[in-house]
């Protein structure tokens, strides 16, 4: 792939980093999230955001025009994600709606799906989350035990699903259920459309480590779902799962977490600057952990390019999805156990603490950045995945 970066890139970047200057509100920063009171308000906020990216034309550059999209090319879309990261603005609220139902929609809807779905995704009018994982079905996805009964023109979905994130302010679902028990597992799973204001369904929050509450539990009861909002066929969902999983763990925001963590090492050597200026020295090993880090990100870095590359080819991501998100998980854990660390004591001072290091970001992050090795597929998943479809290893 040819990366050199030609005069229209940069015009993009230009006329991007304008756009972000003009529309970010005036002193946005890093913290600038900690200022909501509340979550709800928080949600507004980013929701509000996500419809200006929308209307600006930043949201879904690779999705085609048809559906709302820009059919921009993959440079673009990295040079987005790094502008977006540079200028610390705010995340896309609407991320299981982007990163996983787009594209499932995109490879596998039917165009009426398309149509109803894909551009209120980009502009956050609808907000989506992702109703997989259950109490007994994690990483053995395969093990759910939801079912969906067929009734008149459609089905009736019934059991519990957990760690489902954002669904307290979700409009629509993607779901796994099981449609057929007497065939082997993964056959028997079909890919559904599920109205979260339909009779049936009740959302619970958990309380996270963090103190928020992203999370949450779900319960379907007799929950109808018609015909139309199947996607693929019937017991046949979780091929369709798997690529919603790729896309989730692969690509596109590992693009912006590389900038962001490229950021945060930048904070960390100044970090050692200032202890020096002030006379204080940082322990050689804490100091090399500092230079460790920045080599990670740069090779994040060249994983990112070899995924643009792929994805310019035209090409879906697969088992190398997980060797990136590894990394990533690897990377970031031991980044955010580096900041404390050089933080020292005063890590342990509580965000809203006047004498607490970067507002108490590091302490936020680093709580944050505990899940990263669960989060779209456990650690251990991924390097089952690697061992035996990266390097052929025989199955234990
Ligand atoms: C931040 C965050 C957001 C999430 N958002 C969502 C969401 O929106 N929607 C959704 O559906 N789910 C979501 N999840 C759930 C996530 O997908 C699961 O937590 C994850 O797949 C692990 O499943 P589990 O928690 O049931 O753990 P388990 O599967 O019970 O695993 C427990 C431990 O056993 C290990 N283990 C299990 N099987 C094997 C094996 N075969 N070989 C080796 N080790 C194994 C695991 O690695 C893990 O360490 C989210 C999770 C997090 C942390």
């Known amino acids: 792939m040819d990366l050199t970066v030609k005069p229209e890139h940069e015009e993009f970047r230009l006329r991007l980093r304008r756009w972000l200057h003009e529309n970010l509100p005036a002193g946005w920063g890093a913290d600038s999230l900690a200022q ?7 949600v507004a906020f980013m929701r509000d955001w996500q419809g200006q990216l929308y209307r600006g034309g930043w949201a ?46 995109i490879n596998y809807g039917t165009e009426a799906q398309k149509r109803r779905f894909l551009s209120k995704i980009l502009s956050a009018e609808e907000i989506w989350c992702q ?48 449609t057929d028990a007497s065939v082997p597992k993964h056959k028997g799973i079909t890919y559904f459309i599920v109205d979260m204001q339909a009779p049936g369904i009740q959302v619970r929050p958990l309380r996270q480590i963090t103190g928020g509450t992203e999370f949450n539990e779900v319960f379907l009861d007799a929950v109808y779902v018609p015909r139309d ?58 100091r090399a952990e500092v230079i460790n880090a920045f080599i990670r990100v ?29 990394f990533w998980n690897r990377l970031s854990q031991h980044l955010h156990e580096t900041a404390l660390a050089l933080e020292g004591p005063w890590s342990q001072l509580m965000p809203d603490d006047p004498r607490a290091i970067d507002s108490g970001r590091w302490q936020q992050t680093f709580l944050y950045s505990r899940s990263v090795t669960i989060s779209g597929g456990s650690s251990e998943i991924q390097l089952n995945i690697i061992a035996q479809r990266l390097l052929g290893l025989p199955k234990e």
């Open 36 to 42: 909501f009171r509340s979550y709800e308000e928080e």
């Open 60 to 105: 879904g550059l690779l999705w085609p025009k048809e559906y709302g999209g820009a059919g921009a090319t993959t440079i673009e879309q990295a040079i987005l994600n790094e502008e977006m990261a540079r200028a610390q603005a705010p995340e896309l609220i609407n991320k299981v709606g982007v990163h996983n139902v787009g594209p499932t929609l």
């Open 131 to 178: 109703l997989f994982s259950e109490p007994g079905a994690g990483s053995d996805l395969a093990g759910l035990r939801t079912r969906a009964e067929s009734d008149g023109d459609g089905y009736r979905l019934t059991g519990q699903k957990v760690w489902t994130s954002y669904a307290e302010f979700s409009r629509w679902a993607i779901c796994l259920a099981r």
């Open 229 to 286: 909002f199947v996607i693929g066929k019937e017991n046949e969902g979780w091929g369709i799962a798997m690529n919603t999983l790729a896309h989730e763990r692969g690509t596109g925001y590992l693009f912006k977490e590389q900038v962001k963590h490229k950021i945060a090492v930048d904070r960390l050597v100044e970090m050692i600057r200032q202890a020096k200026r002030h006379g204080r020295s940082v322990h050689p090993a804490l």
């Open 298 to 326: 740069e090779i994040m870095r060249l994983l990112n390019y070899d995924t643009m590359s792929r994805m310019s080819r035209g090409q879906e991501p697969g088992p190398d999805s997980s060797l990136k998100k590894e």
